[in-house]
């Protein structure tokens, strides 16, 4: 099993920074792509970047430019970072945190998810 625990998320204007945080723990042996998700009420949850093992990234066309997702692999756990900057009102959504595990069966993992409210 693996736990994900998010922090990071909060109140901020528009223009502005966050952090958000994913640290995973357990077995993370076999961890592979990280990612970070997002869900705004009455919408469908989109990706919004993941980054691989190696550190391959992959961002939405909305966030491309303005959020950065890196990760840091230690002994006993793995943390991703998701840093939005220039944060606009439709960023506002529970952003979620993402994590799969194993090669031949590949498993999910999902955080609690975060609350990200960007006002105008």
């Known amino acids: 099993q693996m736990q994900l625990v998010e922090s990071g998320g909060g109140l901020v204007q528009a223009g502005g920074s966050l952090r958000l945080s994913c640290a995973a723990s357990?077995?993370?042996?076999?961890?592979?792509?990280m990612g970070w998700y997002r869900q705004a009420p009455g919408k469908q949850r989109e990706l919004v970047a993941a980054?691989?093992?190696?550190?391959?990234?992959?961002?939405a066309d909305s966030v491309k430019g303005r959020f950065t997702i890196s990760r840091d692999n230690a002994k006993n756990t793995v943390t991703v970072y998701l840093q939005m900057n220039s944060l606009k009102p439709e960023d506002t959504a529970v952003y979620y945190c993402?994590?799969?595990?194993?090669?031949?069966?590949?498993?999910?993992?999902w955080g609690q998810g975060t609350q990200v409210t960007v006002s105008s």
């Open positions: 993402k994590a799969s595990s194993g090669i031949v069966i590949v498993q999910n993992y």
């Open positions: 357990g077995n993370i042996f076999s961890i592979g792509v």
């Open positions: 980054i691989t093992s190696g550190g391959s990234t992959n961002y």
